[in-house]
């Protein structure tokens, strides 16, 4: 069992900067894919950004291409999402997950909030 837990979140301008964590405990977490999702208000859970476990395949959603990076960091078991050149529609609840399985993750964390004002 993994457990999975995000910071990071809080309130930025628009153009500016933040950094999400993913902190895992338990488990194989260096053996798992492990995502970024997020989740505006009456919009559904939309997949941001993924990272393989040997660090070295990564994927991004069109709207993110080119600001966010997502990382891993193995020896510390956590997961990073640098956001850079943020605008009010990247606010959302962003949550962590691992464990990529056919359709969904395994393991989720309770997510964190990210405002974004114009």
């Known amino acids: 069992q993994v457990q999975l837990v995000e910071s990071g979140g809080g309130l930025a301008q628009t153009g500016g900067s933040l950094i999400l964590s993913c902190a895992a405990s338990g488990g194989d977490f260096n053996r798992y894919t492990v995502a970024w999702f997020r989740q505006a208000p009456g919009e559904d859970r939309k997949l941001v950004a993924s990272v393989h476990w040997s660090d070295t395949i990564n994927e991004y959603d069109d709207s993110v291409k080119g600001r966010f990076t997502i990382s891993r960091d193995n020896t510390k078991n956590t997961a990073y999402l640098q956001m850079n050149s943020l605008k009010p529609q990247d606010t959302a609840v962003y949550y962590c997950?691992?464990?990529?399985?056919?359709?969904?993750?395994?393991?989720w964390g309770q997510g964190t909030q990210v405002t974004v004002s114009s």
């Open positions: 997950a691992a464990d990529r399985l056919a359709t969904t993750y395994r393991y």
